[in-house]
T-cell receptor
């Protein structure tokens, strides 16, 4: 009965590879997010989707492409991985925007070697 | 862009003591939220306070909000070892669809 799930939990890959992280929420929420947490624990919004439509696309390299096949899923595809992409990526959801609490997934620790 | 800034960066106390963390932000908000992150885990929502509220309680948590000073505080009373975690404040972004997080306060509660 996990609310927000992400797969995989750990991802180790080499520079130049393409990888995807999947996120699913079973809370019936309208809004989903991707955040990146760096080694200093700073959390930064990357993308936000509301009802499958892209709402926010912060200054993120276009190697990162989110895809929302339906309201319950928001996947993150990363092309041509670079060392600086190493971080923990969190998916989150909320009923409708940040006026409500957000529910976070357990995170995906990406290590690029 | 970063909105919240927590203070102190790190806090170490003994079980039973109170822990106070502060958060300052820069622009107008409609709510401010506090989250906890245990090591290696995702963030867990603790409390949300709206801009027209000054104080809110939830169990051992007490949050205050001063919109004139653009600051908030989180008080954890009677701390337990299980409270050891990082605590983040977060505010709504200008676009209204994401939270801007501070850098967090790392709390260590020793038995």
């Amino acid at each position: 009965d996990t609310a927000v799930s992400q797969t995989p939990k750990y991802l180790v890959t080499q520079m130049g590879n393409d990888k995807s992280i999947k996120c699913e929420q079973n809370l019936g929420h309208d809004t989903m997010y991707w955040y990146k947490q760096d080694s200093k624990k700073f959390l930064k919004i990357m993308f936000s989707y509301n009802n499958k439509e892209l709402i926010i696309n912060e200054t993120v390299p276009n190697r990162f492409s989110p895809k929302s096949p339906d309201k319950a899923h928001l996947n993150l595809h990363i092309n041509s991985l670079e060392l600086g992409d190493s971080a923990v990526y969190f998916c989150a959801s909320s009923p409708n925007g940040p006026a409500y609490e957000q529910y976070f997934g357990p995170g995906t620790r990406l290590t690029v070697t | 862009s970063q909105q919240g800034e927590e203070d102190p960066q790190a806090l170490s106390i003994q079980e039973g003591e109170n822990a106070t963390m502060n958060c300052s932000y820069k622009t107008s908000i409609n709510n401010l939220q506090w989250y906890r992150q245990n090591s290696g885990r995702g963030l867990v929502h603790l409390i949300l306070i709206r801009s027209n509220e000054r104080e809110k309680h939830s169990g051992r948590l007490r949050v205050t909000l001063d919109t004139s000073k653009k600051s908030s505080s989180l008080l954890i009373t009677a701390s337990r070892a299980a409270d050891t975690a990082s605590y983040f404040c977060a505010t709504g972004s200008n676009s209204g669809y994401a939270l801007n997080f501070g850098k967090g306060t790392s709390l260590l509660v020793t038995p």
